[in-house]
């Protein structure tokens, strides 16, 4: 079976379960030499980067989830490619092949499409990404947190 590296909002369980009935939880893996950015079509990818990780979460999938999920990812319209990457899992350190999606649109975009920065950032917390990465996602996405003091902390 192989192991899928979610870095998107396929980190979300709910969503995970809807679109991929076989999947099962590895853990939190890191892709080593590449960063995550939003593209120009308001969605994330990674993009090779040779001082930087991104964070996600490991699925196990069956080959009827990995069908499914080129569907879900656009592969046949080419929006996103498969490919296999090496991912580290956080828990051993060892690293494995992993198929990752890579947007075909590699370009730096002005932001995320509405509610999907929300969607990505939940899976994230809730799979427990290092407090470091949570804060570079929510400052990626725009979602960072209003600073203490600030006059929107009580509205």
């Known amino acids: 079976m192989p192991l899928y590296f979610a870095y998107r909002s396929n980190m979300d369980p709910v969503q995970m379960a809807r679109r991929c009935r076989d999947s099962r939880l590895v853990g939190v893996g890191v892709l080593d030499r590449h960063a995550f ?8 990818t990674v993009v090779p980067a040779p001082d930087d990780s991104v964070e996600g979460v490991l699925w196990e999938l069956s080959g009827d989830d990995l069908d499914e999920l080129d569907i879900w990812e ?12 090496p991912v580290r899992i956080v828990e051993t350190g060892g690293t494995v092949p992993a198929v990752v999606y890579v947007a075909a649109d590699g370009r ?23 407090a470091a990465y949570l804060a570079r996602l929510e400052a990626l996405l725009g979602l960072a947190a209003p600073a203490a003091g600030t006059a929107e902390e009580g509205t």
């Open 37 to 44: 950015l939003i593209n120009r079509r308001g969605v994330a």
């Open 74 to 85: 656009g592969t046949a319209s080419g929006h996103y490619a498969r490919s296999f990457k």
């Open 108 to 130: 730096c975009g002005p932001g995320c499409r509405p509610g999907y920065g929300e969607r990505v950032l939940s899976g994230a917390r809730q799979h427990g990404l290092s």
